[in-house]
């Protein structure tokens, strides 16, 4: 293997760890947010072991994804040097925007969140879970504009190679921004609601489960019902716009390769790059029109019109195969879950064990998904690393081969570690919340009630 494939494999496993965890992290600080405000709302305890036990999984994912964060950061030096020299101007104080405005924001109030009730008034104490939620979101902001310039740059102008902002509006605000970070806030949304789900669903099978375990079993189920309809249109409006802006991407989506109307959408096949055909293909005629252009004769322009400026064809035909595929199982498991659910009086106990097997082995879904979707993206960018004007090649290291093979051998290794570790600890703590909150409890007994207000601290008891 050369340099620059070495160079896109370390980068590509640095991000799919460490999209794990703030695909986790923004939507799960409104969730804690969310019950917290139903605990101040109704002072049932319940609401309050939930946001207890969840700050918990929030800090732990939290600190691998600012850890996993700064590591991929320090590829834009040692992998990519070009990247910067070209594109600095736009990159650096986007990259730094996400730090000040957001970085800063989580890392200041998360303190207070994790160990201040109890020593912080009420107020405080939710308006740092406010801002905490919040500056996760801000991250997702201006990560995602950056990520989106480079799929559909704008307001930039090329000086002696250098890019420079000739309108920030145009650059943070490109054409594709708004759906890209809709798509992304939604599947934060979903890969949480799944985990809510999944963790109370095995709590319940291995018998521990607590009275906060019901109450987030319906949240998790609720939330999935409400946002994969969303999901679906919100998909279909960034398809419309790749379509416009990049229709190489969907070619390669779709294994369109010769320019046709009435195209069919593919359930399945292998694409064949080397004759330029799919095998065995299975499809739905003018399907991929009709989805893609709203129209049954639309037409969608083929490979072959994009000779040798097109991404690979495999990876992005079924990526999105597999995003699609694991969205359509989470919309049927999650409306079929709800409606019994409701059926059984909102007791998860009195769920069937199929669904309760079927959630529990749907807990990291949401992963498998967003992960599918970001290689869709960012191969399908290939063979630019900003969309038609810089190539990626351009801009590699020349750092030797066999070091990029060892740290990239490195990273795998220790990131494999990781996730098992995190998957341990979670499980872990599902089936013994009540020794993970302990600590937790014994702190509060020793620690003065003077900033607490006016629900009776019986009914405050995390236990």
């Given amino acids: 293997m050369d340099a620059l494939l070495l160079a896109r494999l370390q980068f ?46 929030f800090a732990l994912t939290f600190a691998l994804g600012v850890v996993s964060g700064i590591t991929m950061s320090f590829q834009f030096g040692t992998n990519w040097p070009g990247f910067m020299e070209r594109v600095g101007n736009v990159a650096g104080p986007l990259l730094g925007y996400e730090v000040l405005t957001a970085f800063f924001l989580e890392a200041t109030f998360l303190g207070v969140m994790l160990f201040g009730h109890g020593k912080v008034s009420e107020r405080v104490h939710l308006i740092a879970t406010f801002l905490v939620a919040f500056g996760t979101t801000m991250s997702a902001f201006w990560i995602l504009s950056l990520n989106s310039w480079m799929q559909t740059p704008a307001g930039y102008e090329i000086i002696d190679g250098e890019f420079h902002v000739r309108s920030w509006l145009e650059v943070v605000f490109n054409p594709s921004f708004p759906y890209r970070l809709a798509h992304m806030l939604l599947a934060s949304g979903l890969t949480v609601a799944f985990l809510l789900a999944g963790v109370s669903a095995w709590q319940v099978l291995r018998g521990t489960a607590n009275r906060a375990t019901s109450m987030t079993l319906r949240v998790g189920l609720t939330l999935g019902a409400v946002l994969i309809p969303v999901q679906i249109f919100v998909g279909d409006l960034h398809g419309l716009n790749t379509l416009e802006h990049q229709p190489q991407k969907i070619a390669a989506m779709e294994g369109i390769w010769e320019t046709e109307r009435g195209a069919p959408l593919l ?92 959630l529990a082995a749907m807990s990291f879904s949401g992963w498998l998904a967003t992960v599918a979707g970001w290689y869709v993206t960012e191969i399908g960018r290939q063979p630019y690393i900003v969309h038609g004007l810089l190539r990626t090649a351009e801009v590699v290291s020349n750092v030797p081969p ?62």
Wanted: proline share 7%; net charge positive.
């Fill in 402 to 463: 066999p070091m990029v093979a060892f740290t990239l051998a490195a990273y795998v290794t220790v990131y494999l570690g990781l996730i098992v570790a995190y998957v341990t600890v979670l499980r872990y703590m599902a089936e013994k919340p009540e020794e993970v909150l302990q600590h937790e409890a014994s702190e509060r007994r020793h620690t003065p009630p003077g900033a607490m207000t006016g629900v009776q601290p019986s009914d405050r008891s995390p236990a």
């Fill in 267 to 358: 359930l399945f096949a292998l694409p064949d790059a080397a004759q330029r055909v799919n095998r065995y293909a299975i499809g739905i005629p003018r399907g991929a029109s009709w989805v893609l252009t709203h129209r049954a004769d639309g037409e969608l322009k083929g490979l072959n019109d994009f000779t040798g400026a097109h991404p690979p064809v495999a990876p992005l035909f079924f990526g999105f195969r597999i995003m699609v595929g694991t969205g359509v199982l989470m919309l049927v498991v999650s409306w079929v879950g709800l409606w019994l659910y409701k059926r059984r009086a909102w007791a998860a106990e009195r769920l069937p064990r199929p669904l309760l097997w079927t």
């Fill in 12 to 57: 590509a496993a640095n991000i799919t760890f460490h999209i794990l965890f703030p695909t986790i992290s923004i939507a799960l600080g409104w969730a804690l947010l969310f019950f917290r405000w139903r605990w101040l709302r109704t002072a049932h305890a319940g609401w309050l072991t939930a946001y207890r036990f969840w700050t918990k999984v």
